[in-house]
């Protein structure tokens, strides 16, 4: 495993890769920060690294994430994976609540329900922050809960991506 570090409008960011993929990018001290993670990592400049880091510098532009993606291999069991997948789906500037995840998941996987409580737990162990928008999941009242990060963070990225959060209420 390889780690390299970089610096954002919202603190310092730890990136993680296999050699080939992201697995893991974490705001500094973040819940679950390197999770998952071998103790001794490689520290280098790999092109994954490079191409994030660019994506991230987009990001940070306000400007829509770029045409690209990086390629992305998050490690987690089946059901975080697919609570995942439909986080990439969330589109830029929009939220939806843990509810509509759970619902969602379950369609795809022929239930009846899902439970959200269960959709949070996937979604504040997604290791690989930002790309995989997390923040953009908010609580079915309302509520700017569940972000890894810190609510501050969370307010500050939607703020970004242009969402009015006056209406949304703070843990």
């Not at 780690?3 to 730890?14: A, D, F, Y």
């Not at 191409?51 to 829509?64: A, D, I, N, P, V």
Request: proline share 8%.
């Amino acid at each position: 495993m390889y780690v390299n570090h970089c610096q954002s409008p919202l603190g310092g960011i730890t990136l993680a890769s296999d050699g080939d993929a992201i697995v893991g990018l974490w705001f500094d001290g973040q819940k679950y920060f390197g999770a998952g993670l071998p103790r001794t990592c490689q520290t280098e400049d790999l092109p994954i690294f490079q191409e994030t880091r660019r994506w991230l510098e987009l990001y940070f532009q306000s400007k829509r994430p770029p045409d690209f993606t990086p390629r992305l291999r998050p490690l987690g069991t089946k059901f975080r994976q697919a609570v995942w997948d439909i986080l990439l789906k969330i589109p830029y500037g929009q939220t939806v609540t843990y509810g509509e995840i759970s619902k969602a998941v379950a369609r795809e996987n022929h239930l009846t329900s899902m439970s959200p409580q269960a959709v949070g737990g996937a979604v504040s162990h997604n290791p690989i922050s930002l790309i995989i928008p997390c923040h953009r999941v908010v609580g079915t009242g309302g509520s700017l809960t569940g972000y890894a990060g810190g609510i501050d963070k969370k307010i500050a990225l939607l703020t970004l991506e242009g969402v009015d959060v006056s209406p949304f209420s703070r843990p």
